[in-house]
């Protein structure tokens, strides 16, 4: 059989077997010791001497790499040196929090299981979760400040969507997706009961397009009333991230925003940036976005918004230029790169009293949700070729 459809059925079995998936945590803080404490349930540790520790509410173990090694420590029992180590649950109703290199004041709550074992220069914590309850935590962690039950089962199918189409991206590191915005960012369990129940009522559920495969599910936080099409943004067009007309978001939180400077730190930004023309009437940089486009021009000179958004530090790239005075003003609207679902709009179409369905469908053209069994999953050695999406903000 050749490796590429060897490695194509091996993904879809993986994929569809487990219900479980493995996350790096503190991905990328390098940490070099974790204080595990149990929070719910109860914990065991396999010790290859046959000397297993139990860990019941309240208890807690201390892990630093150690020589290479990990050294273990609980408050009751002297401590020992391993390879690695693995916590497992054992009332599957189980719960722990993890503080990292003790000074630090932050506490992060999961569920499921623990393994740990030393790198380089780092303890290396993979956290084996339930699906669901995964979903649920990066819904928290991304999903944004909304109310309504049907905006929060539209993020959970969009998070899931991602994690099923990126399931093998760590694979070769010997975990599935890690926890930071490399992967989508998780920041642990969720204890909100709405969000819990947005990724339990849509269990399973994942965004397919045309061809059965699972899509691009980026999103972002304000369209500003328009949203991108992928190929302006990323080079590579998708037919379901295409260009749509959103009045839902005009009034929310990120609709608009400003941005003065000087008249002379943007007539440097400009040459800087390679222009050549007049610089002393300021009224030759006015630039007008009506309709979101994807070059600022002025003469003969274009340069694309995308590399002014990054440069300035632009909340996005659907602004105007305004001269006033010893000033360039920007007047801009939204918040993100604009593509896919607008997570404000989104919000007001489910106040609206819209569905997860209607919502996912008014902003991803064309797609189908069904279960992740009816999926087509991608070979691992054939990744998709668009950059990561769902980053709100970027
Ligand atoms: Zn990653
Ligand atoms: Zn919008």
Redesign the pocket.
């Known amino acids: 059989m050749p490796k590429t459809i060897l490695v194509f059925y091996l993904s879809i079995i993986c994929t569809l077997v487990s219900a479980q998936v493995k996350i790096r945590l503190f991905?990328n803080q390098s940490p070099e010791s974790a204080l595990f404490s149990v929070t719910n349930g109860k914990y065991i540790i396999n010790r290859f001497n046959g000397e297993n520790l139990i860990l019941s509410k309240g208890e807690s173990v201390i892990i630093a790499r150690f020589d290479g090694k990990l050294a273990v420590k609980s408050r009751n029992s002297s401590g020992f040196v391993a390879d690695s180590i693995v916590f497992t649950g054992l009332t599957g109703n189980d719960y722990f929090s993890l503080r990292i290199n003790l000074q630090t004041s932050i506490r992060q709550y999961y569920s499921g299981d623990l393994k740990c074992f030393p790198d380089l220069a780092t303890l290396v914590m993979i956290n084996i979760c339930d699906i669901e309850k995964y979903v649920a935590g990066v819904v928290k962690t991304e999903g944004g400040s909304g109310k309504e039950i049907e905006y929060f089962k539209s993020q959970a199918v969009i998070a899931r969507t991602y994690m099923y189409r990126y399931f093998d991206?760590?694979l070769s590191d010997g975990y599935n997706?890690?926890d930071?915005t490399?992967?989508q960012a998780f920041n642990g369990s969720s204890a909100d009961s709405i969000l819990n129940l947005a990724a339990i009522e849509t269990k399973g559920l994942v965004i397919l397009d045309q061809d059965s495969t699972l899509i691009e599910s980026a999103f972002h936080s304000n369209c500003g009333g328009e949203t991108s099409s992928s190929g302006d943004v990323w080079l590579t067009g998708q037919s379901y991230l295409r260009k749509v007309i959103d009045p839902y978001c005009l009034t929310s939180r990120n609709a608009v925003w400003r941005k003065s400077m000087g008249f002379q730190e943007w007539v440097e930004f400009i040459k800087k940036s390679g222009y050549t023309g007049n610089t002393d009437d300021p009224s030759v940089f006015s630039f007008s976005q009506k309709s979101r486009l994807s070059d600022y021009r002025t003469g003969s000179f274009t340069m694309p918004l995308t590399t002014i958004r990054a440069d300035l530090n632009l909340r996005s790239t659907f602004f105007s230029v305004v001269p006033e005075g010893d000033s360039i003003i920007l007047t801009g609207r939204g918040y993100g790169h604009g593509v896919g679902l607008c997570q404000e709009g989104a919000m007001v179409m489910a106040e609206k009293g819209f569905n997860f369905i209607q919502i996912i469908n008014f902003y991803y053209s064309g797609v189908i949700i069904s279960d992740i069994k009816n999926a087509v999953i991608l070979p691992h050695d054939m990744p998709p070729t668009s950059p990561k999406g769902g980053l709100k903000g970027e």
Do not use: L, Q
């Open positions: 991905s991206k760590h997706i890690c930071n490399h992967c």
